[in-house]
């Protein structure tokens, strides 16, 4: 197949996968935390497609550049940076590596997370320091570093946190992560408030268990709890990264213009559905 084929089957399988027009987010840039797999590398597959710079953040190079290689077809301009959420010295190396290679910085994805099933009386000081500092003071420390940078966005800056429905619920056996999210709940709201008047929208998007996750493999597969999560589900299925990834899309266009402070719940009726089973 010549590199002309390659590039047009590469353009019409990105244009399947598509439900928004294809520039809609060109010429911004995004940082994606925890961008190399999962959920993250969703997001900023969808996004790439859509037009935007890609700023990938995590802590591995190795699954940093698989993701590139990922990446390439969506035909975005990529920077792959390894850090870690939880030291605020990186995360600020990270928006200054942003600015100087693609000129500013448009919308940042919090997305970066750690959680594991422990029993709360099982769980040790560490264990718990471990997802606050992750899932908590990593969406601090990004959402500081990158205010003066979000502020400049000629589109107005976008934060959106990918947080749970387990942070207004609890969540028995994942109350560090439970309590980590309920925190971004909190710091979500204050910030939409805040930063309104420099036309950053922050927001949060729950999402139920995702396909071909870290988190469905651990909280759900190796626990052999996948079926009863299953009938959990309203529309009797899990969902795939896509759907989360087209949710931030829509947040991060202009179609968000007007939403701040709002939680968008993607789960297929999982918080709900689970009351009556
Ligand atoms: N059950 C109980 N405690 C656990 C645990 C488990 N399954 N996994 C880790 N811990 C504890 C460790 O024992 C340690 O506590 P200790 O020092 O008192 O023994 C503490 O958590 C920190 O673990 P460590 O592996 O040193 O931390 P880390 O910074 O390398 O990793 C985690 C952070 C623990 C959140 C790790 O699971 C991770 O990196 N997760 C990212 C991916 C992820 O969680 N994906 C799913 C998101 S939904």
Same mark, same amino acid.
């Given at each position: 197949?010549?590199?002309?084929?390659?590039?047009?089957?590469?353009?019409?399988?990105?244009?399947?996968?598509?439900? +928004?027009?294809?520039?809609?987010?060109?010429?911004?840039?995004?940082?994606?935390?925890?961008?190399?797999?999962?959920?993250?590398?969703?997001?900023?597959?969808?996004?790439?497609?859509?037009?935007?710079?890609?700023?990938?953040?995590?802590?591995? /190079?190795?699954k940093?550049?698989?993701?590139r290689?990922?990446?390439?077809?969506?035909?975005?301009? @990529?920077?792959?940076?390894?850090?870690? /959420?939880?030291?605020?010295?990186?995360?600020?190396?990270?928006?200054?590596?942003?600015?100087?290679?693609?000129?500013?910085?448009?919308?940042?994805?919090?997305?970066?997370?750690?959680? +594991?099933?422990?029993?709360?009386?099982?769980?040790?000081?560490?264990?718990?320091?471990?997802?606050?500092?992750?899932?908590?003071?990593?969406?601090?420390?990004f959402?500081h570093?990158?205010?003066?940078?979000?502020?400049?966005?000629?589109?107005?800056?976008?934060?959106?946190? @990918?947080?749970?429905?387990?942070?207004?619920?609890?969540?028995?056996?994942?109350a !560090?992560?439970?309590?980590?999210?309920?925190?971004?709940?909190?710091?979500? %709201?204050?910030?939409?408030?805040?930063?309104?008047?420099?036309?950053?929208? /922050?927001n949060?998007?729950?999402?139920?268990?995702?396909?071909?996750?870290?988190?469905?493999?651990?909280?759900?597969?190796? %626990?052999?709890e996948?079926?009863?999560?299953?009938?959990?589900?309203?529309?009797? !299925?899990f969902?795939?990264?896509?759907?989360?990834?087209?949710?931030?899309?829509?947040?991060?266009?202009?179609?968000?213009?007007?939403?701040?402070?709002?939680?968008?719940?993607?789960?297929?009726?999982?918080?709900?559905?689970?009351?009556?089973?």
């Amino acid at each position: 197949m010549d590199l002309n084929t390659q590039a047009e089957g590469a353009a019409n399988a990105n244009s399947a996968r598509l439900v +928004f027009r294809d520039d809609l987010l060109a010429g911004r840039t995004a940082i994606i935390t925890g961008g190399s797999s999962g959920i993250g590398l969703g997001i900023a597959e969808v996004f790439g497609m859509l037009g935007a710079n890609l700023v990938l953040v995590g802590r591995k /190079v190795d699954k940093l550049e698989d993701a590139r290689q990922i990446l390439e077809p969506t035909g975005a301009q @990529i920077m792959t940076v390894s850090s870690d /959420v939880r030291d605020y010295d990186s995360t600020q190396d990270v928006v200054q590596q942003t600015v100087e290679r693609f000129g500013g910085l448009d919308i940042l994805v919090n997305n970066a997370a750690g959680n +594991f099933h422990c029993p709360f009386e099982a769980l040790t000081p560490n264990g718990w320091r471990a997802v606050i500092d992750i899932d908590l003071n990593g969406t601090f420390n990004f959402c500081h570093t990158a205010f003066q940078a979000l502020k400049r966005s000629a589109w107005g800056g976008r934060i959106i946190n @990918i947080s749970l429905s387990q942070a207004a619920s609890g969540w028995p056996g994942s109350a !560090h992560a439970a309590s980590a999210k309920a925190g971004v709940t909190a710091l979500t %709201r204050s910030l939409a408030v805040e930063w309104g008047p420099h036309a950053i929208r /922050v927001n949060n998007i729950l999402p139920g268990p995702i396909e071909n996750t870290e988190g469905l493999r651990r909280l759900y597969e190796v %626990r052999n709890e996948a079926s009863k999560e299953l009938e959990r589900m309203a529309l009797g !299925h899990f969902g795939q990264t896509d759907d989360i990834a087209q949710a931030c899309a829509y947040l991060a266009s202009p179609a968000g213009n007007f939403i701040t402070g709002c939680d968008l719940t993607v789960d297929g009726g999982r918080w709900l559905k689970r009351g009556w089973v």
